[in-house]
């Protein structure tokens, strides 16, 4: 600690953050993550980031933006457009991320990796963000046989459950490839791989209490854990989304798939004999379908995908937020964003979703049934002392546990505190 940056000033902490992919070209919420905090770092007295990450056509291999200083000289890992690019990435970004790291981690106090296929040896501090289920599933979702949540793999039980699953992660896959016995043991392969992976970093960022459990399962000691959400991104515009005015608006926002829930949603919210609104902002595999659930109700406005800094003005004529997910997201973004805009939240009690909703304090938890998420629904909706109740209630929560500064101050306070052990 205490070196000297390239403009003579002293900090206490020099970083460096690796990324397969970092702004202006980002594919995950990994990269998001690391985008996010490597800003509100460099904007402390305290911190200096500089960032590994994948070439990138047309940008030059360094450059200071924003006070972060990016090293773009990984190979392979900007592009994920075809087949033999994906191969190549495959066979190579893992060498190319080992061969800069032995070439310049001395110059820093820690490496911080932000995705899993970038993690690797390094002599240094080490800390990883665990984001997603890579790790701990072959499918990356948890979700078993898409019925329930999966409670540990192996390879005989892994077929049973990809010949059941029409999803990989959040993709749909066609029924030919998940009947593939050379896309099964590949799959099976990658994912006990990337689990090895995990003894390679000293130290885990987690974002729920759940992920911190998934990461005791797999040999991580409970003192190598510090849970800490992601900072939301927040961008807000002049411009705004028109929605009707009327009682109440329910949102939902996020992609249109199977596991998402939002048939749920839908049938729930059809079965309610009320005047408020129903916003679905988002696109995806499922939206034909959803379409058709939703049938001729006029209080049931699909959006579809709309630019992320335009999400402020539904964030800010919303009254509920529905995340009726049926597999366990690690920590839904929208979550967080809601808590930012003070909103009460129903939330399906999987995956990391109750670090942000207090049953009864700031929203609601629900089984991911459609009758509970009705139930739940149906009482917000006609509980307008409730909401605003609950929107206090979220908005002191945020200050206090989600806020920019709590999280910057924990993430930092844990890099100091583990350089001295």
Not at 167 to 192: C, E, M, T
Not at 324 to 337: A, G, N, Q, T
Not at 398 to 412: A, G, Q, T, Y
């Amino acid at each position: 600690m205490n070196q000297r940056s390239s403009e003579g000033e002293q900090t206490d902490l020099n970083i460096l953050f690796v990324t397969e992919s970092f702004p202006p070209k980002s594919y995950g919420g990994g990269e998001i993550s690391c985008s996010l905090l490597a800003q509100a770092l460099v904007e402390r007295d305290d911190v200096e980031v500089s960032v590994l990450t994948s070439e990138i056509e047309g940008e030059k291999k360094l450059k200071k933006k924003d006070g972060v200083k990016i090293i773009r000289r990984l190979k392979t890992g900007s592009d994920r457009s075809s087949l033999k690019s994906n191969l190549k990435r495959r066979l190579f970004f893992k060498k190319s991320v080992q061969k800069e790291i032995d070439r310049i981690s001395h110059q820093y106090d820690l490496v911080h990796f932000f995705n899993i296929t970038s993690i690797t040896k390094v002599s240094k501090p080490s800390f990883a963000t665990i984001n997603s289920y890579l790790n701990f599933c072959p499918k990356g979702n948890l979700f078993y046989k898409e019925e329930s949540v999966c409670e540990g793999c192996y390879f005989r039980k892994f077929l049973g459950c990809i010949t059941n699953s029409e999803y990989v992660g959040n993709q749909k896959i066609s029924k030919l490839l998940r009947h593939n016995p050379v896309f099964w043991v590949a799959l099976y392969l990658d994912y006990k791989k990337r689990n090895r992976f995990l003894s390679d970093v000293d130290y885990f960022f987690s974002l729920s209490d759940f992920i911190s459990e998934m990461l005791v399962k797999s040999g991580i000691s409970p003192s190598q854990i510090t849970k800490v959400p992601n900072l939301p991104k927040i961008e807000k515009s002049k411009e705004e989304i028109e929605i009707p005015e009327n009682e109440c608006t329910v949102a939902y926002i996020g992609g249109l798939t199977k596991i998402k829930g939002v048939d749920l949603l839908i049938r729930a919210f059809k079965e309610i004999e009320t005047e408020a609104y129903l916003i679905v902002v988002g696109d995806g595999p499922e939206k034909k379908r959803l379409e058709e659930l939703a049938g001729s109700a006029s209080n049931i406005l699909f959006l579809g995908q709309i630019e992320h800094k335009l999400i402020s003005s539904i964030y800010e004529k919303s009254d509920i937020v529905v995340v009726p997910s049926v597999w366990p997201e690690p920590l839904s973004r929208v979550l967080l964003e809601s808590a930012y805009f003070g909103i009460p939240i129903i939330a399906t009690d999987v995956g990391g979703s109750s670090h942000v909703v207090k049953h009864g304090y700031n929203g609601l938890l629900a089984e991911p049934e459609f009758e509970d998420i009705k139930e739940k629904l149906e009482f917000l909706i006609k509980n307008d002392k409730k909401r605003e109740e609950m929107k206090k209630n979220m908005k002191k929560y945020h200050r206090k546990n989600l806020s920019k500064e709590k999280i910057l101050e924990r993430i930092v306070e844990n890099y100091k505190k583990r350089l001295k052990n």
